[in-house]
């Protein structure tokens, strides 16, 4: 193991631990709620938006235990996200990270409210850490930026075009239109959250803020291409249920070696957004690396 494939797992059993703190923590909520909530975040996802957070912290302060409650709050929206998108009124998928979904186990009712349960505990969290670590300027900065990719012109946003969109709308431009909100806005959130709790400079924030836009473009991309090229077994969700729900996608646009080649471009994108940083911006490279080769 290479020494950023140690940094990624020491960075994932981090963020395991805390997410088990955080669910461990919940003593007056109601033990179906407190279930449902747990069985989502515990299902085994790659961390990949927290450990973003942590990895831009590190880069430019060295403090990274200080975006902690950012990464933790980041993947309980990533959670809902999830649990919402697979309801029967939007995927209706039965299968997230080879377990049943929420809904299949716990009910349509019980799931809709895990979501909204992490959302807004998302940013109860955040509250709760800001006052005794930042200033309020700096505080309310990461909860404008988290909001904004969760809310209305973001995730929600991306969301409420792809359920309006088939193959028969297809183009590259709703395409990008729906990638940049649905899936980039969190990622790029994560990055400039956690480079926000210490205290990146603005000139840092720029180009921290392409990097996350490439970087999640590329992995969007990549997601698209894996849902038909890879199997059942491995995605842990029916492959081919892009195609199966008349999505569009990447793929559907481009095919899949133009989509591979419009992924390229987009990772070659981010690592050039990293140039004025030095070898300590390396893990950062390394994860966007690992964004559009991996399998899974
Ligand atoms: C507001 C009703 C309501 C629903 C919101 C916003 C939303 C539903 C859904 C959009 C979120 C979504 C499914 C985006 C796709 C992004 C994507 C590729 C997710 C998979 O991310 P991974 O691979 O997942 O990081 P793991 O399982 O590793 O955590």
Sequence with gaps: MNKHESALRDFQATIDHHLHLYLAASDDVPANLAKAMAYSVMAGGKRLRPVLALAAADLVGGDWKKALPVAIAIEL????SLIHDDLPAMDNDDFRRGKPTSH???????????????????????????PDQFTPRTALHIIRIVAQAAGKTGMIAGQAADI????ETCSPDLVEYIHLRKTAALLKAAVMAGALTN??????????????????????????ILDVTQTTEILGKPAGSDQNNNKLTSVTVWGVEHSRRIAEQHYQEAI???TGFDEKADFLRYLA????????
């Design 199 to 224: 205290m990146a400079s603005a000139d840092q924030m720029r180009q921290l803020e392409s990097f996350g836009l490439h970087f999640g473009l590329a992995f969007q991309i990549q997601d698209d």
């Design 104 to 130: 299949r186990v716990f009910g349509e009712a019980l799931a809709i409210l895990a979501g909204d349960a992490l959302l807004t505990g998302a940013f109860e969290l955040l509250a709760e850490h800001s």
């Design 164 to 167: 309006e969109s088939s193959i």
């Design 77 to 80: 929206i990533h959670t809902y």
């Design 272 to 274: 050039a957004a990293l």
């Design 289 to 296: 690396d690992y964004c559009i080769r991996r399998n899974l």
